[in-house]
């Protein structure tokens, strides 16, 4: 694609209103100023060294006891957590590269197609695409990436008038709102199941009086409370998408910034003229057969139906779901989906160079969540959040510490398993319901993604942009969702346990 700055910029914040000269100005800046996210992840590695440092951490240091998990030095600890993410980043990649394959199929491709019809105007496009990024998070955060940043292209094609880089923010939008509230929230998943969730969090979920030493989802995500809160992030994050969306004087279009839209199924589409059906039957071979014929997609899939079936027999659906086994659901259902083999070899090919950030990144990351984890900045961290805090000002303050925490730490999953022994038993100290505690984590942890661009990879890959083309709408967005999410933690907080 053409550098975001080769084409005519458009300047000036004439005939907007408030929100939008805001999110207009914070966008000029990062344009200017931010990073790319690879430059990004290298400038917070020696943020978190050098506050290390400061705050007392010993720059080289081992542990007697060879299993032990604390008390490394910050370069032990960093070298020892670089690849402590390494299956999280296959199993990552492998769910960009599915959740691409699924959309990029015929059916889905053509729901795409019709949903991108409905907007009419830059406005309300912007405003659409927020609106169905956050449903799909909530459905699935994986799936959302690619699907609603393969939508807001497409809606970008059909309204070219509307800003493409305050649609490309809002097909991030439910990454940094409700996902982790969803029905693939990490943290409250861990915690409904015996087998997710570490020991340590078990013994303190029991301290506070639940026995079986396990939060169901029921009373996490599923409290009439944590869905009223989830609802309101939701209004207020498309409603915010409406009013920082700009004028057609304002907006910077696909085309400006040089990226050619090509529609996703009939004429002029990117497999249009490519090797369809029919069209070379008499000029393949033999042995082609075997890629042309649905009949080994549909045995994989029934093998994996099959396995699916024995797999969440007995079990709670949404306790028993994984990254591993969400990823064998989408490769599934890109089998079926694409029919034939080479449609889903083509898919998967086309799809691979959006993982290529996650694979460079992933390992850096996992070195932040070293330092941090594997040291005793995170305990030091909390233990000032405690120290500050009381029973009412618990989860707010949690919830900024949450979202703090995972600029540097961006894995909903991981982070918890950090977070949660001490903030549970801090919890329960100060009488705070530990149901509850899952909830404000969601929420404060989920509006980190809006700082940083860990998350935004994918979407950024599909949608031909770099994190400083869109980081100024997320910092906008952060400026309302995560003051709504600390609003609603605080006030539909459900009576303490007693």
């Known amino acids: 694609m053409a550098d975001s700055h080769g084409k005519h910029a458009k300047h000036g914040t004439e005939g907007e209103g408030p929100l939008a000269r805001t999110a207009l100005r914070f966008t000029a800046f990062t344009e200017k100023w931010l990073p790319d996210a690879f430059g990004f992840v290298l400038v917070g590695t020696f943020v978190v060294l050098v506050f290390g440092l400061v705050t007392g951490e010993p720059l080289l240091k081992r542990p007697d006891d060879p299993a032990a998990t604390k008390g490394f030095g910050l370069v032990d600890a960093w070298g020892l957590g670089f690849w402590s ?82 649609l490309g923010a809002m097909a991030f939008l439910g990454l940094g709102t409700v996902w982790a509230q969803g029905l693939s929230g ?46 309101f992030v939701y209004v207020v994050g498309v409603a915010m998408a409406w009013f920082v969306a700009p004028g057609e004087g304002n907006a910077k279009t696909a085309e400006d910034i040089g990226i050619e839209l090509r529609p996703l199924i009939g004429r002029g589409s990117a497999y249009n003229g490519q090797r369809v059906d029919g069209a070379e039957d008499e000029k393949r071979r033999p042995g082609d057969w075997l890629e042309h014929s649905p009949l080994f997609n549909l045995l994989v899939v029934l093998l994996g139906t099959i396995y699916l079936v024995r797999y969440f027999d007995g079990k709670s659906f949404f306790n028993a779901l994984d990254l591993n086994t969400v990823n064998l659901i989408l490769f599934l259902l890109a089998m079926l989906l694409h029919w034939r083999p080479w449609r889903m070899a083509r898919a998967v090919r086309d799809g691979a160079p959006a993982a290529a950030g996650v694979l460079l990144q992933f390992p850096l990351y996992g070195g932040i969540f070293g330092m941090i984890a594997y040291t005793g900045i995170s305990a030091r961290l909390a233990g000032w959040l405690v120290q500050a805090s009381n029973q009412f000002l618990f989860p707010p303050l949690v919830a900024i510490y949450s979202c703090i925490l995972g600029v540097f730490v961006p894995s909903g999953g991981s982070k918890w398993v950090i977070e949660a022994p001490y903030v549970l038993d801090a919890a329960n100290q100060l009488n705070v319901d530990a149901g509850w505690m899952v909830v404000v984590y969601d929420l404060g942890e989920a509006s980190a993604n809006l700082l940083q661009p860990f998350w935004m990879l994918p979407t950024l890959a599909i949608l031909g942009l770099k994190a400083r083309d869109i980081m100024g709408y997320t910092f906008t967005m952060f400026l309302a969702c995560f003051p709504a999410a600390l609003l609603a933690v605080t006030l539909l907080a459900p009576h303490v346990t007693g």
């Open 85 to 166: 993410l390494i299956t999280f980043t296959l199993q990552m990649a492998m769910i960009i590269i599915g959740g691409y394959a699924v959309a990029t199929s015929g059916p889905v491709a053509r729901l795409i197609t019709r949903l991108a019809r409905i907007p009419k105007s830059p406005r309300t496009a912007v405003a659409f695409v927020a609106a169905v990024a956050m449903l799909a998070s909530y459905l699935n955060w994986a799936f959302s990436l690619i699907f609603a940043a393969i939508l807001a292209r497409e809606v970008a094609r059909n309204v070219p008038k509307a800003d493409y880089r305050a």
């Open 186 to 231: 990490s943290a409250a998943l861990q915690v409904a199941s015996a087998s997710s969730s570490p020991g340590p969090v078990q013994e303190v979920i029991r301290e506070s009086g639940r026995a079986s030493g396990l939060i169901p989802l029921s009373d996490t995500i599923f409290t009439w409370q944590a869905l009223a809160a989830t609802f």
